[in-house]
């Protein structure tokens, strides 16, 4: 018996796809992924309408499906995350009922409790045997860990793999097992390998966000999380990865051994593994080929899937254990809510991803931003999409300030005692001001576009329609 | 002064403007910025600025802005206007 | 205070606009090496315009200009000096005569957009074999003169050897640059080290200049600016003990003692000059609100 099909359109009349059902994607292969693209291309050819997908995030590259959309073969879109191209369309109204919005503990969460159902899961799979085990870790389109996509498996009616990069029964080291998989595709290319991870992850070489980084990494010295023990999440961008450097050298300096680190993985955070600063990395999603090799040779680099990393319906999931995580932000409000799902224009452009998830559950939250971008002063009086709620955000580091949230009285005071440059948030929004000029207020009226959930399922915020 | 020639100062990079100014009968002003928005009143206002200290009443000035802060405004002006006007 | 004096282009408005943010106890705008030829009017009118815009955030700034064989440096000077600029850098400087030429044309700058005479200093930059030889001279050419710098790059071409890490080929250079300051009355600043990531080596070569009597240090990469501001700091220890001497003196002052001592030791003038020092700098370093 074998669970291999002949095409793409063999699996999607096997598993009984119909008008009006939920099929799902993970993100793993990032801007490189051709299986999105390849799945809704073939339903449209077979003229299904009316399709509900739920993709873990949508890059760029998934730009077709605006297309899909706008033919009704799409009707229906759940992402955690959504690149400016499809974004922009999403924003000028293409799609008639709102997008869903949700975090990568979120909608792990939502699917494992039956919240968000799936009807049919197709998961890219760079390596898989023909009965549907399978893994990240190898193929020529590797990506390293599939963590995102074990929820998928889990919880959807039917589950149709798709690999080009088949491996004789079984495959040993497999991530997701055969039990949970109906049909086997075998294609030529599940994506593009230059841009499913990048070569190298670099630090940034841009002064200020050089210079944010070294304070966030003293607001970490001054936090008291910095000891034996500690764990870090910190982002793949080169400011993100500056924060870990610096984290690097106190380490070194003060002899602390960390226990895990986690979040999207670099080369830069193996490194710090194999050098002995952290025992562990919790790795639900690889960035860089570094990454890939070592989840692939390295007991202590271990995968997770997004129930383990951040579901808020398991019993317990490991962003509760993070000491301290740090993070982005597009706009931030006096009152320390993040927007990382629209730019100050209100147009679409990323979604929460772990945001509110780390954010919750890190005992220390930092953003890092710069003050002003392009002009446009960081801080406003309220955030045009309400990602993560201000009360879970312990800190934000500018090159020009760092403010704390009043509810951490005591960190405020070790940020001070140690000279750092402590200023109210609306001290901060007046520098800013005075610097770009007040921006004149965005406003957009139109109908929703997009229902930005909480981890828990709650509405926090609406994406209105650019007029 | 007066534009005499086609000339250009700044860049297409982040806090940068790019000012192109080419002579013409009348003053025409167009200006494209990614804070259009947010700012498109305090940019104009900045280009006026600078073309009336100079006492220039006629050209085609473009500005492709890119969240230039008023001061690099003025002296990307200052520069495309040196380079491309004469006293008259 | 300037422990560190961070290197900014002068046509990239993105630094300029941050670089009172970057933590360095001044900054240079250059105008000569990082701005090419064609484009050396919009850096210097970028320049200018910043400064408007930077008066009153607090930080030191210098401008360092295009050296004197140059057809540009008359140019810099007249876009500049109106806006007060606290110090100009003159480059490739050889003499005492260059630092007057230099002098002579900020006074008339000066005269003309009627700025008091004597605001804006001058940190020439010593970079050529002859400038080594002739370091009391320029450090004595004029009053404005703030200090002078040493420029290891250009200095070790016009010696005919190679800048090492180490930097044993310049070691000369620094010793006679630091007493010919010394002698005058003046700073002595040492040159960038140029390997953005050897941390290691930045350390070595900050300790090297420090030992040597250097007041403060260039640097090209923000990265290198804590490493050298901290080993250019007085440690806890020397402002403790720098208190304690002030205590000291105060308490024999009330008691009307003609000779003070501290832990067995007399307070004679070095350790009271030392201990102003270390207090001025705690007070730089911790006393305003932007530390």
Same mark, same amino acid.
């Given at each position: 018996m074998s669970k291999l099909v002949g095409s793409v359109r063999e699996a999607v009349q096997a598993v009984g796809l119909t008008d009006g059902m939920t099929i799902s994607f993970h993100h793993?292969?990032?801007? +490189? &992924?051709y299986v999105l693209n390849m799945v809704l291309a073939e339903i449209a050819g077979m003229g299904l309408k009316d399709l509900n997908v739920n993709a873990s995030s949508i890059f760029d590259v998934h730009e077709p499906i605006i297309e899909h959309i706008k033919k009704k073969v799409v009707t229906g879109l759940e992402v955690n995350y959504m690149g400016g191209k499809v974004g922009r369309a999403i924003s000028e109204g293409i799609l008639e009922k709102p997008v869903i919005f949700r975090s990568h503990g979120g909608r792990a969460g939502d699917m494992d409790r039956g919240a968000a159902k799936v009807d049919v899961a197709f998961i890219a799979a760079p390596c898989a045997d023909d009965m549907g085990n399978?893994? +990240? %870790? @190898? /193929?020529?389109s590797a990506c390293g860990s599939l963590g995102y996509a074990f929820s998928d498996a889990m919880c959807a009616k039917k589950v149709v793999v798709i690999t080009d990069h088949l491996v004789p029964y079984p495959l040993l080291d497999c991530s997701i097992p055969e039990g949970y998989v109906d049909v086997v595709v075998q294609v030529d290319k599940i994506g593009d390998a230059s841009r499913i991870v990048s070569g190298t992850t670099k630090i940034t070489r841009d002064p200020v966000g050089l210079r944010i980084a070294y304070l966030a990494s003293q607001v970490v010295k001054h936090s +008291? @999380?910095? %000891? &034996? /023990?500690f764990s870090f999440q910190t982002g793949a961008g080169g400011a993100s990865l500056a924060v870990a450097k610096y984290v690097e050298e106190m380490m070194e300096k003060e002899g602390i051994k960390g226990s895990f680190c986690m979040g999207g993985i670099t080369g830069y955070l193996v490194s710090m593994m194999e050098k002995g600063y952290f025992e562990t990395i919790l790795d639900v999603q690889c960035f860089d080929l570094a990454a890939i090799a070592s989840i692939r040779d390295n007991k202590n680099h271990q995968e997770i899937s997004a129930t383990r990393y951040a579901s808020p319906a398991a019993k317990s999931c490991a962003v509760d254990s993070l000491d301290v995580v740090i993070l982005g932000a597009t706009q931030v409000d006096t009152d320390f809510n993040v927007n990382v799902h629209t730019d100050s224009n209100g147009y679409i452009m990323g979604g929460s991803g772990g945001h509110c998830d780390t954010a919750k559950g890190a005992k220390l939250a930092i953003v890092v931003a710069p003050l002003i971008r392009a002009r446009l002063p960081l801080i406003v009086d309220q955030v045009l999409c309400k990602s993560t709620p201000g009360e879970t955000i312990d800190v934000i580091v500018t090159q020009r300030g760092i403010a704390v949230n009043p509810k951490n009285q005591k960190l405020k005071e070790a940020l001070i005692a140690a000279h750092l440059p402590v200023k109210d948030i609306r001290e901060l929004k007046r520098m800013a001001e005075e610097i770009a000029g007040v921006p004149k207020a965005v406003t957009c009226t139109g109908r929703v576009v997009a229902n930005v959930l909480y981890r828990d399922g709650t509405l926090m915020d609406t994406i209105r329609k650019k007029a | 002064m007066e534009i005499v020639k086609n000339a250009a100062a700044g860049t297409l990079e982040s806090s940068d403007v790019l000012i192109c100014v080419e002579p013409a009968d009348t003053l025409q002003i167009e200006i494209q910025s990614v804070v259009a928005g947010q700012y498109m009143d305090a940019i104009r206002d900045a280009i006026e600025d600078v073309l009336a200290k100079a006492q220039i009443k006629t050209g085609k000035i473009s500005a492709q802005d890119r969240g230039a802060l008023d001061c690099v405004i003025r002296a990307r002006m200052e520069t495309a206007i040196l380079r491309g006007g004469s006293q008259s | 205070m300037r422990r560190t004096m961070l290197f900014l282009p002068g046509n990239t408005p993105n630094m300029l606009i941050n670089g009172d943010t970057l933590g360095a106890d001044s900054i240079i705008y250059d105008l000569e090496d990082a701005v090419s030829p064609d484009e050396k009017d919009a850096a210097r009118i970028l320049v200018r315009n910043t400064l408007k815009y930077m008066r009153g955030k607090g930080c030191e700034i210098i401008i360092r200009i295009n050296p004197?064989?140059?057809?540009?440096w008359q140019a810099d000077l007249e876009e500049v000096i109106p806006c007060k600029p606290d110090l100009i850098m003159p480059t490739k400087v050889g003499s005492g005569q260059d630092v007057q030429i230099v002098a002579e044309a900020i006074t008339a700058l000066e005269k003309r957009a009627g700025i008091p005479e004597g605001s804006v200093g001058i940190l020439p930059l010593i970079e050529t074999a002859l400038g080594v030889e002739k370091a009391f001279d320029i450090a004595s050419a004029s009053p404005r003169v703030a200090g002078i710098f040493l420029g290891g790059e250009d200095l070790t071409a016009d010696l005919h050897c190679k800048r090492t890490r180490e930097g044993q080929e310049i070691f000369y250079s620094r010793c006679r640059l630091v007493c010919a300051a010394r002698a005058c009355g003046v700073e002595a600043y040492d040159t960038p080290f140029t390997d953005v990531e050897d941390m290691l080596g930045l350390e070595k070569d900050t300790q090297l200049a420090k030992s040597l009597g250097f007041s403060g240090k260039a640097v090209i990469s923000p990265r290198h600016v804590e490493t050298v501001n901290a080993l250019f700091s007085p440690t806890m220890e020397e402002i403790e003990y720098a208190h304690d001497v002030m205590d000291a003196i105060e308490e024999g002052r009330r008691q009307g003692k003609g000779v003070i001592s501290l832990r067995g030791k007399m307070i004679d003038a070095p350790i009271v000059k030392r201990a102003t020092q270390v207090l001025e700098m705690e007070r730089q370093m911790f006393g305003g609100e932007d530390v």
């Open positions: 793993h292969l990032r801007n +490189g &992924d399978m893994s +990240g %870790k @190898y /193929g020529p +008291g @999380y910095l %000891k &034996d /023990g | - | 004197i064989e140059s057809d540009y």
